[in-house]
């Protein structure tokens, strides 16, 4: 069975509007049953844009606790520029500098699914 792979959501060329437009991604009704770990408290500040006092405090909560569920698979959200979706699972190799699977055991072989 294959591994999801990480989603581009954002690129960086959004900057500061990063947050606002992950906010209005998708109708509220949508954002509902895509985004879970986020209080409905949340969107509107977001959706106000960068010169909302708590804009930024706001988006470093969200990217610590949000989940985004689609097709099946549940991802975290992380930006290092761009924003992207990491399935639930990978974890950060500090040697790539990158996200990864982590490696499994099959019949006393090392290997990656990635």
């Known amino acids: 069975m294959s591994r999801p792979e990480m989603l581009l959501l954002l690129n960086d060329a959004r900057g500061v509007y990063i947050p606002r437009d992950f906010a209005t991604l998708w109708p509220p009704a949508e954002r509902i049953r ?29 990217c610590d606790s949000a989940t985004v569920h689609m097709n099946g698979t549940e991802y975290f959200l992380s930006q290092d520029g761009d924003l992207w979706l990491v399935p639930k699972g990978m974890t950060w190799d500090e040697e790539a500098e990158g996200w990864r699977w982590p490696f499994i055991a099959d019949n006393d072989n090392s290997r990656s699914s990635q």
Not at 37 to 57: F, K, Q, R
């Open 34 to 62: 895509r985004v879970s770990g986020v209080s409905d408290d949340v969107w509107p500040i977001l959706e106000a844009g960068p010169d909302h006092e708590h804009y930024w405090d706001t988006w470093l909560d969200v």
